[in-house]
């Protein structure tokens, strides 16, 4: 049940974008996206719900495309402060009615903004 | 409000020993979570509780038992640690995953190693 995301590792310059993907093998009701620094708590972005919407948040915004089972996580004009591991978190539409808030998240994808 | 506190936050055990690991939350949630994050693993829920006096198992509860007498406290167990629960324990909360838009809010974590 685990998502599967990727890249693993990213590697920018301020100001370039990046993008992190977020893939299930279950239909998915939520997606849940997280940022953690090294050695702190993984820190809430933004979630998106089943029926595809986009949400934003700062240069940071995500899209949820119910039928490919996928969310995207999408970083613009990245700087210094984005650097950090993001982890997604899904909850499946089978999951909703029996394990309610159970999420499974995946393995990270480690972002590195230089300078 | 403090959010999620857990104590201690660092602890080195010998194998065999015993310890507990307390998680508090001061936000009125019904929702508590334990998790383990190794390298490269992601997050891994160990046990989670719905609601005081209910526990369930995540994807990992072989050697943790985990009790939740009161609303604000959820208590993980290691009755005889070994070398493999070496690992950073974070526990999460979340108000009510009935609500669509709720999420899990994150400890600051505990690095527990175990000789």
């Known amino acids: 049940q685990q998502p599967v995301q990727s890249p693993q590792a990213v590697i920018l310059r301020e100001g370039e974008d990046a993008v992190i993907n977020c893939s299930s093998s279950?239909?998915?009701?939520?997606v849940h996206w997280y940022r953690q620094k090294h050695g702190e708590a993984p820190v809430f972005l933004m979630i998106?719900?089943?029926?595809?919407e986009q949400k934003g948040h700062e240069k940071i915004s995500a899209s949820f495309n119910e039928k490919k089972q996928q969310s995207s996580l999408y970083l613009t004009a990245s700087q210094l402060s984005y650097s950090g591991t993001y982890f997604c978190?899904?909850?499946?539409?089978?999951?909703?009615?029996?394990?309610?808030?159970?999420?499974?998240f995946g393995r990270g994808t480690q972002l590195t903004v230089w300078p | 409000n403090a959010g999620v506190t857990q104590t201690p936050k660092f602890r080195v055990l010998k194998t065999g020993q015993s310890m507990t690991l307390l998680c508090a939350q001061d936000?009125?949630?019904?929702?508590m979570y334990w998790y383990r994050q190794d390298p490269g693993m992601g997050l891994r829920l160990i046990h989670y509780?719905?609601?005081?006096?209910?526990?369930a198992k995540g994807e990992v509860p072989d050697g943790y038992n985990v009790s939740r007498l009161k609303k604000q406290n959820f208590l993980l167990g290691l009755e005889s640690a070994a070398p493999s629960q070496t690992s950073v324990y974070f526990c999460?909360?979340?108000?009510?995953?009935?609500?669509?838009?709720?999420?899990?809010?994150f400890g600051p974590g505990t690095r527990l190693t175990v000789l």
């Open positions: 999460a909360s979340s108000y009510n995953a009935d609500r669509d838009t709720d999420t899990q809010y």
């Open positions: 279950k239909a998915l009701y939520s």
């Open positions: 998106l719900l089943k029926g595809g």
């Open positions: 978190g899904t909850e499946s539409v089978h999951d909703r009615g029996s394990t309610l808030g159970r999420l499974y």
């Open positions: 936000m009125n949630h019904e929702y």
């Open positions: 509780s719905v609601g005081e006096g209910t526990t």
